[in-house]
Structure formats: C-alpha cells, structure tokens
C-alpha cells in the first residue's frame, strides 16, 4: 500500500469534516430577474457569455440546489456583496473571479448558477456556472459530500445548449458557444477531500504521483469533451499550493507553517497538467487553453501580502480562521474579523473577494495576450 505524504493529518481531517456535518443546527441569495431584453437583439460584446466549470472556487450557487452539507447561501457568507449583504451560496463575503471577469468583458457582474431557479435560459445566454463546491476531476470526490461531480456539469452544459438553441436558434447558439469565454477551476478536492481523507479508496489504488496522472487524463477527457461540444477558449486553473490554506497549516501540528508535501504535489500535478495541455492544442488546433498559474499568483501574494494591502495570509476572516468553512462559518461566529479586505482567507479554504478580483485580473491579462 501506497504511503502518501501527510498521513499522520488525515484523521484530524476527517473530524473536522464531522464537525461540519454535526453544526448544521448552526445554520439557520442574491437573486436578478431575467433580463428584460433579448439577446437576439441586444448588442454583443466580444465574447459573448462566459460559461464556468470546476468546484467552490468557482460555484456561484449550485450547490444551494442539491442535498448536500456543503453549503454557504447563509451569514456571513456574503457580507460584503455590492448593495448589501446576500448571502447566494458563493464560498466568499464576495464576489468570485468569474463575475469580475463577466463585468470586466461588459457582461452582468454576477454569473449565474444553473440550478438557480430564479435565472433562466435568457440570463444564461450571456453566463452560466455549472460549478458545484467541493467537486473534482475524480468522480469518486463527488461523493464524499455528495456533490455534483464533472460528467453532470458536462451533461449540464449539454442541456443548456439545447435551451440555447431553441431560445435563440441553432445559429447564434453556436455562435455563442464558441465565442463565449470558458473558465475552468478544479482539482484541489480531489487531493484534499479524496486522496489524502482515505474515504474513497484511491489512496490503495494510486501511488500520489499515478494518482496525478489519473487526475490528468481526467482534465484531458473533459477538455477534449467540451470541445467536441463546442468550447474553444478555456482557461484551466492549475493547483495552488494547497499546502498553505489555513486548514492544512492548522492540522500540520507536528511542523507548523505550510505542508510542503502537498505543496510539492501541487507542483508536480501542475508540470503534468501544463505537458497535457500543450498536446492537446497540438492535436486541436480549434482549441486554445490558458494555462492559469494559481500556484505562483497565490505564493506571491502569501510572500508580499503588502502589494494588495493585505496583513493576515494564514488565517480566514471568518471565525478563528482555522478550520472554518460552510456552516462552521456562521454568523454566530463572534471572532470574524471586520474588514475582510485585510485577509488573504475568508475562511480555511477560500479567498476572499478582494483576492478574487486580483485572480480575476491576472486571469484576464492572460486572456487578452493567448485567448481574446
């Protein structure tokens, strides 16, 4: 049997994903109308939607659909939201990447989720999220809080299509599939809730460096798929140093600071994923993917936090910082900080808004120079 770095972490992993599961007695969005104009006859920006896959980095709320307990459409969550606080099951006080780089491309400012049954087929002409918190490339990570894995997202965008179509004809549905933007963030779940968790087995059937290449070949196939489908400008996130969210420096007890192990993972997932992407435009020339470097923005920001005004880059805002995320992060949580805008971590696992726009930025500068 394989012995993956960090074992001696994974039970007190486990109990703080029990805790999440018993403090939903803890617990208890923002919401448009469709659009008043049709996209038949309404001008078009240069791309013309921007159409989002991946997990919690990037749902804008699908999870709120489902039945699962990995849910944030409650206070704080949501806090800092222009116009007030909404909480919409965005895992932020914010706003994600995706809607800053929707607004940047004059495109609405949020990016709808799928399964919101306030949006319908004419909001989700010019933007779309098929994300789901806490999903990965594996199937297998899906489940483990039972979530909506990779292969329903892609059967998500089939139907959105034939929506599409018939809302505003083959034709510009086609168009607006090609053209539109795709943005792609996923993989962190798959290592950190799956592999190194040991609920799903894959540990016994991978060493950490076959389960990098599955996890490859995964992001290949559904590449590959929503390109056959239609995509063809894609940027694809790779790992951040997974090793230095607050969570996994809480559960390092034994060494403290950042887990350089699952750091040294996310770098080697991340030279594979760069080779595999290479060969895939190679043999599709229709296709372009930007390769975003999560790791190196994130290590820059964690290593100069004064170039964003930031001060805490260890810990999240809301509660102690350390373990938080879901409905352990609540509103009857009294240590959250107040400003939000200091911190790198909303809660253990993901930025805040202010970080977000940053990615978003860096994002799109690489959209304008490969893509765009």
């Known amino acids: 049997m394989p012995s993956p770095a ?79 606080p909404k909480p919409t099951g965005r895992f932020c006080n914010g706003r994600l990447p995706p809607d800053f780089i929707s607004e940047a491309l004059g495109l609405p400012p949020l990016v709808p989720a799928y399964l919101d049954p306030a949006y319908g087929i004419d909001d989700f002409a010019r933007g779309v999220c098929f994300a789901s918190a806490g999903t990965g490339l594996d199937n297998k990570t899906a489940d483990v809080l039972s979530v909506i894995p990779l292969w329903k997202e892609v059967e998500y965008f089939k139907e959105y299509q034939r929506r599409l179509r018939r809302h505003v004809g083959r034709v510009r549905a086609r168009r607006i599939v090609s053209d539109a933007l795709y943005v792609v963030s996923i993989g ?32 290949e196939w559904f590449l590959a798929e929503i390109h056959r489908l239609g995509a063809r400008r894609v940027t694809f996130a790779g790992l951040s140093p997974i090793g230095c969210l607050p969570l996994e420096r809480t559960l390092n007890v034994f060494r403290g600071g950042c887990i350089e192990e699952y750091n040294q993972v996310a770098r080697d997932y991340n030279e594979k994923l760069v080779a595999m992407l290479g060969r895939l435009m190679a043999s599709r020339p229709k296709l372009k993917v930007a390769y975003i470097n999560v790791y190196k923005n994130m290590l820059d920001l964690i290593t100069n936090p004064s170039t964003l ?4 880059v260890e810990e999240g805002c809301c509660a102690t910082g350390k373990v938080e995320m879901s409905y352990m992060c609540n509103d009857k949580s009294p240590m959250t900080c107040e400003d939000a805008g200091k911190f790198f971590f909303w809660d253990s696992f993901h930025p805040t808004e202010k970080v977000n726009k940053f990615f978003a930025k860096e994002t799109l500068d690489l959209c304008y120079e490969q893509l765009l």
């Open 6 to 84: 960090g074992h001696h972490l994974r039970p007190s992993y486990a109990a703080a994903l029990l805790i999440l599961a018993l403090q939903l007695s803890y617990c208890g969005g923002a919401r448009s109308s469709s659009s008043s104009s049709s996209p038949a006859t309404s001008p078009s920006p240069k791309v013309p939607a921007v159409i989002v896959f991946g997990d919690s980095t990037v749902d804008t709320g699908n999870n709120n659909a489902i039945g699962t307990i990995l849910k944030s459409d409650f206070a704080p969550y949501g806090r800092d939201m222009a116009g007030g």
């Open 188 to 219: 962190t779940n798959d290592f950190l809730e799956n592999y190194y968790l040991f609920v799903t087995g894959r540990f016994m059937e991978f060493t950490v460096e076959e389960f990098e290449d599955f996890l490859v070949s995964q992001a």
């Open 309 to 312: 005004g930031l001060e805490n």
